[in-house]
């Protein structure tokens, strides 16, 4: 697993649920954008095998940023050219912002056109995240 904040502890849970025969390793990268992300990973997966997968997740603070389509290229040019088994965590809803918020929508576009790219894909795919708003903060569930 790979990622921003939003990856961390990730893995742990990840190890609990499986059995032993798996092996979890995560690299998380707190702020950084998906071209950061990518490319600690292209050093990181360069051992492992086309039964492999691995994880990209990012949280939405980046996608704010008019970013979006150099996002989405950045996670296209890592899926095409790796022989591995690549699962696109879905970037979180925002409950920081108002529901009309130009973010939001800025999120939800970014999300349908990776899910669209990825289809394109045999070795790409998609992971709906689920994250609740609670009376503390944010916590996933």
């Not at 949280?59 to 979006?68: D, E, F, L, V």
């Not at 290229?73 to 591995?84: A, G, P, S």
């Amino acid at each position: 697993m790979t990622g921003d904040s939003h990856v961390r502890n990730c893995a742990t849970k990840l190890q609990h649920n499986l059995c032993t025969n798996y092996k979890i390793s995560s690299f998380v990268k707190p702020f950084a954008g998906i071209d950061t992300i990518v490319n600690t990973a292209r050093d990181e997966i360069k051992i492992l095998r086309s039964e492999d997968v691995v994880v990209i997740g990012r949280g939405a603070n980046r996608i704010s940023k008019n970013n979006t389509k150099a996002a989405i290229k950045h996670v296209c040019n890592f899926v095409e050219k790796k022989k591995l088994n690549i699962v696109i965590m879905i970037s979180p809803h925002r409950y920081d912002l108002v529901s009309s918020s130009c973010v939001k929508n800025e999120v939800l576009n970014f999300n349908r056109q990776v899910e669209k790219k990825m289809k394109i894909y045999n070795n790409g795919s998609m992971l709906e995240t689920v994250l609740e708003n609670t009376s503390l903060g944010m916590g996933s569930t």
